[in-house]
């Protein structure tokens, strides 16, 4: 009982750390040195290197762990946990409306306004704009949040299993939350927010981690078939995040072999750490 109370708060403690990596992400667009192009291109490398690790993870760690544990759900929970962040992205419009409509240049929308009454179509059109920008990153924190849940059971899961899985998780689910928040504050930002609200909004939708690790403990129950069922539902989330969101999004500004190169080195790096591990 005490190494279970131990280990609980353990990962509350990591679950933490994950959830201010987030904020500090978000805090970092309302910063001068986020426009430098070079700082762009660096977040870009950050988010391939996180890519590599998400996918290594999922395919050598947990999928793995989770055939183990309960071989006949563990796929299963491999499919809902891909789908389950497929239809959320799909139902708030975060990953299609960023790459499209959402993208408007706020240069381009002052030059609007700023056009004679015989252009009132194009003030209107730049007001809808606004209000779209507006309505889109309030979803986008509700499908961060639901993300946010699964990030903080697979955290809980990983460690119950194995301190390496575990380790794995912990530094794939930072990096992650580092770079979706800085999205997430590019985002409010572009929709006019205030920098305090865009601290406070970031603050609670990283506090679903920690409600996910309390929510493994307190609502799931510990054992080896939810464990595995767990850990496949995680698998499938790493999958769909570093294949369908973030891969995407570092290449989307990026024409070289850069990215390229720091998501392969991400996934050796995964593959490197277990060896030495496992061999020592």
Not at 68 to 96: C, D, K, S, W
Request: hydrophobic fraction near 55%.
């Amino acid at each position: 009982m005490a190494a279970f109370h131990q280990g609980w708060l353990a990962n509350l403690v990591l679950a933490a750390i994950a959830s201010a990596s987030l904020v500090l992400g978000a805090a970092l667009p309302s910063l001068p040195v986020l426009r430098l192009h070079l700082f762009q291109h660096r977040l870009s490398l950050l988010i391939g290197f996180s890519s590599g690790i998400m996918l290594a993870t999922a395919l050598h760690e947990l999928i793995p762990e989770a055939l183990e544990q309960n071989p006949a759900h563990a796929m299963t929970g491999v499919a809902i946990g891909f789908l389950i962040l497929y239809t959320a992205e799909r139902v708030t419009h975060f990953h299609a409306c960023r790459h499209r409509d959402c993208e408007v240049d706020d240069s381009e929308l002052l030059h609007t306004h700023g056009e004679n009454c015989a252009h009132e179509h194009d003030a209107s059109h730049a007001h809808a704009a606004h209000e779209h920008i507006h309505h889109f990153d309030t979803m986008a924190l509700v499908g961060m949040a639901i993300h946010n849940i699964a990030d903080g059971l697979t955290l809980a899961a990983a460690f119950s299993v194995a301190p390496l899985v575990g380790v794995m998780v912990v530094l794939a689910i930072v990096l992650h939350q580092s770079a979706v928040g800085v999205s997430l504050g590019a985002i409010m930002l572009r929709a006019k927010r205030s920098h305090r609200r865009i601290l406070w909004a970031a603050s609670i939708v990283a506090s679903f981690i920690i409600i996910g690790v309390v929510f493994y403990y307190v609502v799931v129950p510990v054992g080896a078939a939810s464990r595995g069922v767990v850990l496949g539902l995680a698998a499938g989330s790493f999958l769909y995040v570093a294949a369908c969101d973030l891969l995407p999004h570092a290449h989307a500004d990026d024409e070289g072999w850069s990215v390229t190169a720091c998501t392969l080195a991400g996934y050796a790096f995964v593959l490197l750490v277990a060896k030495l591990v496992v061999g020592s």
